[in-house]
C-alpha cells in the first residue's frame, strides 16, 4: 500500500524558513512525478512545486518561485520543500503528492494529475 506522511509544518514568523519533508513508502511505480500542494481555509488547492523523480526537472507556482525548493532524494525516497522568506499568506495545509510520470506544462501543478496524498502538515505564518 502507497503512503506518503509529510512532516516539517509550524508556525513561523514572516520571513522566517521552513524545511517539509514527505516520506514515501510501498510504491508500485518505478517512476514518478512528486508535488506540494497548499490549501488555505475557504481556498482551492493549489500547486506549489513539482519535480520529476527522475530527471529532477523542478516546476513552480509564480507566487513561490525563488523563496521555496524543491527537491527529492531517490535513496531515501523522499520529497523536501524548503521555504524561506515566508509570507502570511503561505499560510495553508500542505500536502504532497504523487502522480504518474512525465506531465508537461501545467498538468505538473493540476491536482487532477495526482491520485496519490498525504495527510497534510500545516504551515502558519504570523506578520
Known amino acids: 500500500q502507497v503512503q506518503l506522511m509529510e512532516s516539517g509544518g509550524g508556525s513561523v514568523q514572516a520571513g522566517g524558513s521552513l524545511r517539509l519533508s514527505c516520506a514515501a513508502s510501498g510504491y508500485s511505480r518505478s517512476t514518478y512525478s512528486m508535488a506540494w500542494f497548499r490549501q488555505a481555509p475557504g481556498k482551492e488547492r493549489e500547486g506549489v512545486a513539482y519535480?520529476?523523480?527522475?530527471?529532477?526537472?523542478?516546476r513552480y507556482a509564480d507566487s513561490v518561485k525563488d523563496r521555496f525548493a524543491i527537491s527529492y532524494d531517490n535513496a531515501k525516497n523522499t520529497l523536501y520543500l524548503q521555504m524561506d522568506n515566508l509570507k502570511p499568506e503561505d499560510t495553508a495545509m500542505y500536502y504532497c503528492?504523487?502522480?504518474?510520470?512525465?506531465?508537461?506544462?501545467?498538468?505538473?501543478?493540476?491536482?487532477?494529475?495526482?491520485?496519490?496524498w498525504g495527510q497534510g502538515t500545516q504551515v502558519t505564518v504570523s506578520s
Open positions: 519535480i520529476d523523480s527522475i530527471i529532477h526537472y523542478t
Open positions: 503528492a504523487s502522480g504518474p510520470r512525465p506531465l508537461w506544462g501545467a498538468e505538473r501543478l493540476a491536482k487532477t494529475r495526482y491520485d496519490i
